[in-house]
């Protein structure tokens, strides 16, 4: 028998120590309001002595559906760490002023008044001499989510700045979903994950990328769900699938759309669902490869009204204008005859056969060799995607590539052709946002109080009511999304495509021939002139060539590292445009080293506050003040309030006391902390939030009776419907508070139609310039050589051990990691070039070199370089970081417009830089180049 062992005594010095560590005097909720979206993990935060000393997760989300797993714990190994953070060196506490050059790293500590005065005094100088569009303030998702938007842009959208589209900064867009659905943010909740029978991991690594949900993908396998990988490297989500499908880089669309084949060829198509849900159904006249329009067949008929052929009444009909076909039967195949209002007959023919025919270039043995996956896994994939439930999570991955939007739609197309949308456990997954209307609203109410929010939701009731009354097919999604086409919503943005080619160098740079698909029929110039001259993104050329930037502002984000060619072009092009450069920031940033003044924020828990409030954890999450703010930091609020103020003040002295925004309204300096604030009413952080709460509970998008304090008390509440926030509509299903939530539901359940031209998913895009680039329908293009003529393409991703850059330099993160930058590179790639591992290499194409570790791994795919976006400039040699290397293209069809959906709307279609695909060579530091 094993002799027994004495318990380890507990009376010792270090069970005491141990013990302390666990000693708090209070505890607050919490959670991270940064980009780790989905965020809202819920944590309890514990201070002692007025510090943060721990955090945990807290479990408390509710079971919602019996048999499907909770979505407890949430967290990961950065939020684990941030309350280190917030006492790190990197932390901006003070204000500061510029000593040094710009970028040189000398500051001098000034005071809030200071600062303020100098930033009001440029903004007026600049509102006086160019208007206020030539202050920029630069869109950011930030450190606290659209909360940061909303609070810190009050100053600026009332001024009438320029504010920069937070989509064209990032680009987390997707644009083949926005192509096909007219939306481009389903979002799952994540348990409903649990139900799928097939997932498809495709394009996206959640192990890195959503590491508190990643337990549900674990817990489908349990439930017999099959996990496939769809990637060229070896991610660590593909370790824990069943199958791993090493694609190509930037082949997606041969494979899907040889999936898609497959499932024509073999009967496999769910034809109901086809001809009810999309427009593959609808008639393309064969002369001019055009829809046939009511305005083809009469005089006055209108040109987004569509038609098919009823295999029923052996007729061509109009198609409804919903997705209820009634007793309609649209024919997919064969061809007929219309005759047109001017006498003429020509050929029409169904999108369907129009797809047809150009699958027949994706048989399984020919995609094989542009996309490498094996001709029988290709075929085994599309019986299975056919036959079971599919869900596709899909990551922001593709759409930063040149030709992402054809591989989307490829893979829209697949999910169409499988009747996979719309039900549980079924569809594509990207993200969204909203939900949290009080937010939204803050801006257009005339006082503070319930009552004055009852008076804007009846009255935008009543606005609803009587557009919904002159069309019945219309829905109050569409009518939102076209109020927010005509820029009503409150989010008020400007592309950035307009500001990078006036005043950021990037015109030359998108007009080389090489870097663009030969597609392209004419220089890049032409199409953007055409795009202006038809009038498609009127308004949005902002600042204009003749107003030229001068203040700029960024709140929150880190614009040196994430903008698409980097330091190399903004430093050169933008900055000395500048007069003044102002970052808000609660840690040094590569951007704030190289601004004028630098503003100290006090990011969560100095402050209440909410992260991003999404479908995919469906609760809104408190991250409450539990310490105070550090420093002289302030938040985003108290800045807005206190530019307000400064602003009247400084501009009465020069005798300023109104202007006219940018909407031709006049705009009163002189009472402009009165007016955003409500006459002092909503000063207070609490206050503001307290009311965007119980403005919410009021519209019903969270229990009623919700208020700052009840949240104190439980730390979340699941949302109880969607609002009225554009991207919460595009959800598209009720929410329910058993089930989890799968988008698309309206449109498979109500037969409510899509926000699309056609009102249905779009797989043809008539436009002109898609009918020239062959795009019309989904197709697979080799990318172009963006960057040169290199043999590596370089791919990235979210990083496994930062919030974009934010945790890299922490020290518990830095102790576990390599503790600088690195890049992966296949071990025979690296062995043909001489570089070891853990070597120091320069990477290079036609436009920059990096030195950086390499990171020798057989995961990564031969020909592929993945460098993980998690670090700052500054922790490169020069500062050099990898966003050098990218040219910062986007594509010229992203300019089209004018064309039903393709037309601009914050956060949605427009112009979106890539960074995936750009070529590159490595060599061992220290060597000359080839
Ligand atoms: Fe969750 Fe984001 Fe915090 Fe990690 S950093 S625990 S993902 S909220």
New binding site residues.
Partial sequence: MAEQLEPPSTSGKWANGYRNRWKWDKMAWG??C?D?YP???S?RVYVRDGRVVREE?AGNFQTIEEGVPDMNP???????Q?SQMLYGKERVLHPLRRTGERGEGRFERVSWDDALTEIADAMLDAIQESGPESIVRIGTPGEGGTQTMILAGAVFNRLGTTSTDVQSEINDFNPGLYITFGRFDPAHSNDDWFHSEQLLIWANNPAYGS??WYHFIAEARYNGTEVVTIAPDYSPSAIHGDYFVPVRIGSDAALALSMCRVIVDEGLVDEAFVREQTDLGLLVRADNGRFLRQCDLQQDGAADVFHIFDTRSGEIVEAPRTLDLGELEPALEGSYRARLSDGAEVEVVPVFALLQRRLADYAPEDASASCGVHPDTIRDLARKAARRRTMILLGWTLGKSYHGDLMERAICLLLALTGNWGKHGAGVRSWAVGMFDGQYLLGSKPRAGQEATKEVFEGQNAMLKALLSQDPTLTEEIVVAEMSYQGAFPLRMTPSAFFWYHHCGYGEVWNKAGWNDPSMKRSFDDYVKEAVEKGWWKGMDRPSQDAPPRVLFEIGGNLLRRQRGGQRMLLEHLWPKLRLIVSMDWRMSTTGLHSDILLPAPQPPGYPHF?YTTPDVMNLTLSDRAVEPAGESRSEWQFSLMLAKKLAERGKARGLVEMVNDMGETVRLDTLYEDISFDGALADDDAVFDEMIRDSALMGTIPPDTTLETLREKGSVRFTGLGRSPMALAQASDIYPNETHTPFRWQTEKKEPFPTLTRRAQFYIDHEWFLEAGEELPAHKEAPAQGGDHPFQITSGHPRWS?NSMCSTSRIIMGTTRGEPVIHINDRDAAARGIENGQEIRVFNDVAEVIVQARVTPAAQPGQLIMYNGFEPYQFKGWQDFSNLEPGMVKWLHFAGGYGHLRYRALHWQPIPIDRGVRADVAPAGSEPA
């Fill in positions: 959670t991270h940064v780790c965020t809202n993990c944590y997760p949430s967290g990961c190994q950065k939020g684990a941030w590491i508190p992260p919030v």
